[in-house]
Structure formats: structure tokens, C-alpha cells
């Protein structure tokens, strides 16, 4: 089966600019995850969706921070404003069992860098 | 809410010598646990998972964790590390996020560097 595909890898943009990843989770999953992964940090949940739906969103940055998932399939994460802070690898993850026992399968995910 | 601890960020061994990575999680109550390897440039991928029965699980590569569920860890063994297990390798536990979702919570990461 195809995995997650995520674009662009990576993306280099100045701080205030806004910047937008995507992300199309294998087919049939309807549980769809964006990691925040900070150099030398483990991954951190910003948002999950469970088909269209918001199921956890508490540690989104909302203020710059969002996230869709129109139709239930792929999902767009936009940064606006960008920050420093948000220099980070931005991993996107979907599950077929809402993630209770079944592994999440993780794209590539895309390097941001803001300057 | 869960937590994860790895204790060590690097560790460095040689060559085909024996290897633990260690991996505490916060809480007692039933919980399913992973080993996710992250190669340079690339996306998790899942190592090997406890879920249920027997407390030792293996991976293909020769990985193996043990559950210890009094002491609530689950670390990381393998007997003889080649090169190419060069990676940074996360423990994760699930979490409950709400209905019947769970999302997982990472540690900080170890740094695995195997060498020659």
C-alpha cells in the first residue's frame, strides 16, 4: 500500500511569512495526526482529526496555527504568522484504528525553516 | 495525561557490542507501547509494539523490548548492533484524546550511534 505522502520536504521562509504543508494519509484511514518535531525533542501532537472531524486540538498554537481536513481524506497545517520558534520537522501520521493499538504510519514529513 | 522518559539522549557503542535503551512511561493503568526508529531525514518507523500477552516482544532486525509493568518500563535490547541500527530511536505510549481515539506521546528521543 502507499504510505503517507506529505509536500513539500522542505521549506525555508522568513519570520511573519505564512507557509502551508500537506499531507494524504493512506487510503481507508480515517484517523489523520500533525507531529511538531522541534530538533532534539520527540514528536508533539498539534492537532488530530478523526475523518473531517477534530478529535484533540488542545496544543495548536491557534493564534497562528490551523489545520483542515475538508473531506475527511488529505489535510492542509498552515503557519500565519511564522515564527523562529516554529523552525521544526512537521510530521503527519494516519491510523485505521483511531490509534488504540495500531501503529500510526508517519510520512516524511517537511523541514521547516524560518529565518 | 502521559508522559515518557528516555533516560539517555546519546548513546554511543561499538560494533557488535550489546545495547540498551531505557524508556519509563508515567502512568499504571493499561497502556500499549511502541519503538519507533527514525532514520537521518526520514519518517517514524515503527520498531516493534506491546500490546497484550507475553511481556518480551521482538522485532525482525533482532530488537527486543520487555514490558515491566511494576516498574512501568519498557526498554530497549539488542544483543550485537551493527552500523546500520544508526538511527534516533523514540518510545511512545498511547493516550486517550477523547470517544474512542487515542493519540501517541513520544519521548525525547535516543540518539543510537554504532561505531566501527
Known amino acids: 500500500e502507499a504510505g503517507v505522502a506529505q509536500s513539500p520536504r522542505y521549506k525555508i521562509i522568513e519570520k511573519r511569512q505564512s507557509v502551508a504543508f500537506w499531507c494524504n494519509p493512506i487510503s481507508g484511514h480515517a484517523t489523520l495526526y500533525w507531529y511538531q518535531q522541534i530538533l532534539g525533542q520527540g514528536p508533539k501532537l498539534l492537532i488530530q482529526f478523526q475523518n473531517n472531524g477534530v478529535v484533540d486540538d488542545s496544543q495548536l498554537p491557534k493564534d497562528r496555527f490551523s489545520a483542515e481536513r475538508l473531506k475527511g481524506v488529505d489535510s492542509t497545517l498552515k503557519i500565519q504568522p511564522a515564527k523562529l520558534e516554529d523552525s521544526a520537522v512537521y510530521l503527519c501520521?494516519?491510523?485505521?484504528?483511531?490509534?488504540?493499538?495500531?501503529?500510526?504510519?508517519f510520512g516524511n514529513g517537511t523541514r521547516l525553516t524560518v529565518t | 495525561a502521559q508522559s515518557v522518559t528516555q533516560l539517555d539522549s546519546q548513546v554511543p557503542v561499538f560494533e557488535e557490542a550489546p545495547v540498551e535503551l531505557r524508556c519509563n512511561y508515567s502512568?499504571?493503568?493499561?497502556?500499549?507501547l511502541f519503538w519507533y526508529v527514525q532514520y537521518p531525514n526520514q519518517g517514524l518507523q515503527l520498531l516493534l509494539k506491546?500490546?497484550?500477552?507475553?511481556?518480551l516482544v521482538e522485532s525482525i532486525n533482532g530488537f527486543e523490548a520487555e514490558f515491566n509493568k511494576s516498574q512501568t518500563s519498557f526498554h530497549l535490547r539488542k544483543p550485537s548492533v551493527h552500523i546500520s541500527d544508526t538511527a534516533e530511536y523514540f518510545c511512545a505510549v498511547t493516550d486517550y484524546t477523547g470517544g474512542s481515539n487515542y493519540k501517541l506521546t513520544f519521548g525525547k528521543g535516543t540518539l543510537l550511534t554504532v561505531n566501527p
Open positions: 501520521a494516519s491510523s485505521s484504528t483511531g490509534g488504540r493499538g495500531g501503529p500510526l504510519h
Open positions: 502512568s499504571s493503568v493499561s497502556v500499549y
Open positions: 506491546y500490546l497484550s500477552g507475553s511481556t
